[in-house]
């Protein structure tokens, strides 16, 4: 499994955009992407990837995350400056989830905003795992708003999602094999299905490194299966104690959202403690 150092990357990422029905399918379209991008994009998955693993922080064990991550789009740069992601093994095989962000915003032409984006709640349960390196976890996801604030100035949407990931990993020798889909219920008439694909391989004892691909479909008020499909590499290099260093860069496969929607390239840097 990815970074033996308790690992476990957990939540993903998310909160869409709200509007109601009586928007226009680009407004609908605009919040359908930030569902999206940041339930399946940023940092509130795997980290450093998107997609989520198997992995579970030990009983009574802490893992902590603060990290740098953000996207380009050709109408929006946006980051989370910085997110902090607190996970606890409260059970065997049964991890509790926080996550707060400080979200970034600059439209082109614009001023920047920054305050508190939309926080999010997981629970993870790793119910099956075999002597033949196969594992399987649900991992559901709460997203919403944390201050009326943020939605005020737009860093945060006045939306709920409720995220239900399911998980498989397998593991041959140096490498690891993972791949999650998603259904994403929200609390506006849009609703997401994602998935993705990544491999692990351990260099050593210390360093792996990782390849993904990603992306969802949009279904709900006037979208028929409107998505998108992403890449990402990583890396994660354990300096030892309990201090791990991840990142990764990513960028787009194909999209058919609006060209001023689509993605640029993302990022994501952070710094990991695990309890040991």
Known sequence: MRAKAFVRKPIRKGSPVILARIFVKPALLLLAISLISINFNDAYAGPPLVTDDTGIVPLNDWQVILSVQGESRPVTDSALLPALEVTYGFYEDMNLTAVVPRQYVEDRGQPSKTGFGNAQLNYKWLFYDNE?????????????????????????????????PVIGSLVRGKWEFVAQASYDLASVSVDGLGYGVFAV??????????????GAELSGDEFDNEGFMNWRLGLLWMMGGGYSLIAAYGGPLESDLPSDEKLDYDFFLGLQFDTE
């Open 201 to 214: 391989y351990s260099q050593t004892d210390n360093l792996q490194w990782m390849a993904e691909i990603y």
């Open 132 to 164: 033949d390196g196969l594992t399987l976890a649900i991992s559901p996801i709460y997203s919403f708003p944390l201050t009326r604030t943020s939605r005020i100035r737009g860093l945060a949407e006045d939306v709920r999602v409720l995220s239900m």
